[in-house]
């Protein structure tokens, strides 16, 4: 009995240093945990390693996370229903992204912020079902979208990304849509501020996850 003891507790200490092992090893910056930070609202050891210089740190941009999201969220059992990216915008090139998840009978909202490539704020907290369509329904409305990927909207922008500003997707239907939205137009302020004030009636219900203090919504 007593060897089947000393057995049975090594056993387990090999067991747990692996489980340990496995969890120091997942809990690193990469791409796909980087997406896993978007899906979850609780911050993680490495939330704050996230930034502009650090190797494998990630950075953002609208189609990457289009493409990518859906990928970790399938992986990690979680349904999407809808996804919104603003930036680059202001002069630390940042971005906002808010992941509507389906959680039983509501919907999830998560919004993260990373100017520089640091993440440096996340909320939550859930909607139902009606309330994410009505939300929807008024952020399209604001005339600042078109469906296709937008060309020659800017004519000294440096590379794509600076073409449009945000992107919206919806997974109410199959296939998905997508729409595009600029918001860096003179002659489109009264929408953008319109815009804005639809996208920060959800934001400003989230609860913050990270850091312990700060706001929410758009400034």
């Known amino acids: 009995m007593k060897f089947l003891a000393r ?17 120091a090893t997942d809990l690193k910056l990469s791409r796909d945990n980087f997406f ?24 953002a941009n609208k189609i990457g996370v289009l493409k990518g999201l859906p990928e970790v969220a ?25 992941a509507f998840i389906e959680e039983g009978n509501v919907i999830r909202v998560n919004s993260l912020t ?19 369509d009505d939300f929807l329904v008024g952020l399209l409305q604001t005339k600042i979208f078109v469906t296709e990927p937008p060309k020659d909207m800017c004519d000294i922008c440096p590379y794509f990304e600076y073409h449009y500003q945000v992107l919206v997707s919806d997974w109410s ?12 137009k003179p002659t489109a302020r009264g929408e953008v501020d319109s815009f804005v004030k639809q996208l920060n009636s959800v934001l400003s219900i989230l ?13």
């Open 74 to 98: 399938k992986k990690e059992g979680l349904e999407l229903r809808g996804l919104i990216v603003v930036g680059p915008v202001g002069p630390l090139w940042a971005y906002h992204i808010v």
């Open 114 to 132: 990373m100017p520089h490539a640091r993440i440096t704020y996340k909320s939550t907290g859930t909607i139902s079902p009606k309330l994410y």
């Open 207 to 219: 609860r913050q996850t990270y850091p312990l203090k700060g706001g929410s919504g758009l400034n």
């Open 7 to 23: 057995c049975l507790a090594a056993f387990l200490f090999v067991f747990l240093l692996s489980a340990t092992s496995a969890i």
């Open 36 to 59: 896993r930070e978007v899906l979850y609202a609780k911050a993680t050891s490495v939330t704050p390693l996230y930034n502009d210089y650090t190797v494998g740190s990630y950075h």
């Open 173 to 184: 239907n199959s296939p998905p849509s997508v729409y595009y939205g600029s918001v860096d």
